[in-house]
C-alpha cells in the first residue's frame, strides 16, 4: 500500500498550489480520503476529506472557502486546491485513506502518506 504526495512547496501569500496522493495496492474506490497537517509543535489535523465517489466533502471553518478536494477514481488520485494560502497554512500535508466509504470525526485512516512540505511566506 502507497499514497504518495507531491506538489508541496514555498508560495507566498495569497498565492495557489494544488497539492496530489497517487495511491497504489487498494481499492482506492471503496476509501474515504483526507488530507490532514501538521505545523512544528501542533497536532495534527484535518484539512478536508472526501467519500469513495466524490460526493461527500468536508471542510473545517479554518479552510472552507479556500481549499478544495476532488479525487479521480481512474487514476487512484486525490487532489487539494489550495487558494488564498495564509501563512497559518504552514505545515506538512498528509493524505490518508479511511477504512470506509465515508469520512466522519471518530475515524481513525488506515494508510497513511509520507507527507508533503506547503510553505507559506508572509
Known amino acids: 500500500v502507497q499514497l504518495v504526495e507531491s506538489g508541496g512547496g514555498l508560495v507566498q501569500a495569497g498565492g495557489s498550489l494544488r497539492l496530489s496522493c497517487a495511491a497504489s495496492?487498494?481499492?482506492?474506490?471503496?476509501?474515504?480520503i483526507g488530507w490532514f497537517r501538521q505545523a512544528p509543535g501542533k497536532e495534527r489535523e484535518v484539512v478536508t476529506a472526501?467519500?469513495?465517489?466524490?460526493?461527500?466533502?468536508y471542510y473545517p471553518d479554518s479552510v472552507k472557502g479556500r481549499f478544495t478536494i476532488s479525487r479521480d477514481n481512474a487514476k487512484n488520485t486525490v487532489y487539494l486546491q489550495m487558494n488564498s494560502l495564509k501563512p497559518e497554512d504552514t505545515a506538512v500535508y498528509y493524505c490518508?485513506?479511511?477504512?470506509?466509504?465515508?469520512?466522519?470525526?471518530?475515524?481513525?485512516?488506515?494508510?497513511w502518506g509520507q507527507g508533503t512540505q506547503v510553505t507559506v511566506s508572509s
Open positions: 490518508a485513506a479511511y477504512s470506509g466509504k465515508y469520512y466522519t470525526a471518530r475515524d481513525y485512516p488506515r494508510y
Open positions: 495496492g487498494f481499492r482506492f474506490d471503496d476509501y474515504a
Open positions: 472526501i467519500s469513495w465517489s466524490g460526493s461527500s466533502t
